[in-house]
């Protein structure tokens, strides 16, 4: 098609029509799974419960909240949670993206959520699954009721972002096992 875009955090890729022409943003990085990206730790529920509230607490994470996911489907099409816990975006972009299009080259802020579950898999095994419930950019401003509104388009998420989820939630795990290592 001719026309790429350069990812620097986040990888994303959206084609649209625009007039007769076609208009494409392209990314290099994988596309997330539709059932999300997974791992399973060597630690009881429990203490993954424990560090993925104390890996996300008070923002630390891009500014993004951790609330339960039980009440929150009006944030995407046919999804229903029953459990686990939602992050959300509220003040930055976990990325950017440099894309060059129908108007040139333009940097693009990528935000997702993310729905966190866990299930015991044995005493001492936690699976954690990590999927993008909603991924979006923000294409520029408009005039809304309240002033300025940030335009956003959606995007497919990619796994780059899910997989950093998981990566924070491990850190956090191996910090609260030195931390224990030391007390003893």
């Known amino acids: 098609m001719?026309?790429?875009g350069r990812l620097r955090s986040s990888g994303w890729r959206n084609i649209y029509r625009v007039g007769n022409r076609r208009s494409c943003r392209d990314a290099h990085l994988p596309l997330a799974d539709p059932n999300g990206t997974e791992k399973v730790v060597a630690v009881s529920?429990?203490?993954?419960?424990?560090?993925?509230?104390?890996?996300?607490?008070?923002?630390?994470?891009?500014?993004?909240?951790?609330p339960d996911a039980v009440g929150s489907d009006y944030m995407a099409v046919n999804w229903s949670p029953t459990n686990?816990?939602?992050?959300l975006p509220t003040?930055?972009?976990?990325?950017?993206?440099?894309?060059?299009?129908?108007?040139?080259?333009?940097?693009?802020?990528?935000l997702a959520t993310f729905h966190i579950t866990t299930a015991p898999v044995s005493?001492?095994?936690?699976?954690?699954?990590?999927?993008?419930?909603?991924?979006?950019?923000?294409?520029?401003?408009?005039?809304?009721?309240?002033?300025?509104?940030?335009?956003t388009v959606n995007v497919r998420p990619i796994r780059l972002e899910e997989d950093n989820v998981l990566?924070?939630?491990e850190l956090e795990l191996n910090s609260e096992k030195t931390r224990s290592d030391k007390a003893k």
Not at 84 to 87: A, E, K, R
Not at 127 to 142: E, S
Request: glycine share 12%; hydrophobic share 40%.
């Open 167 to 169: 990566r924070v939630i």
């Open 91 to 110: 003040l930055s972009a976990l990325g950017t993206v440099s894309t060059r299009g129908i108007i040139g080259t333009r940097r693009l802020e990528y």
């Open 2 to 4: 001719g026309c790429r």
């Open 84 to 87: 686990g816990s939602v992050l």
């Open 123 to 151: 005493t001492n095994a936690t699976r954690v699954n990590v999927r993008t419930v909603a991924a979006k950019v923000l294409d520029g401003i408009t005039l809304g009721h309240g002033g300025t509104v940030a335009n």
């Open 45 to 66: 529920e429990p203490q993954v419960l424990t560090a993925i509230s104390n890996a996300f607490r008070l923002f630390r994470y891009h500014d993004m909240m951790l």
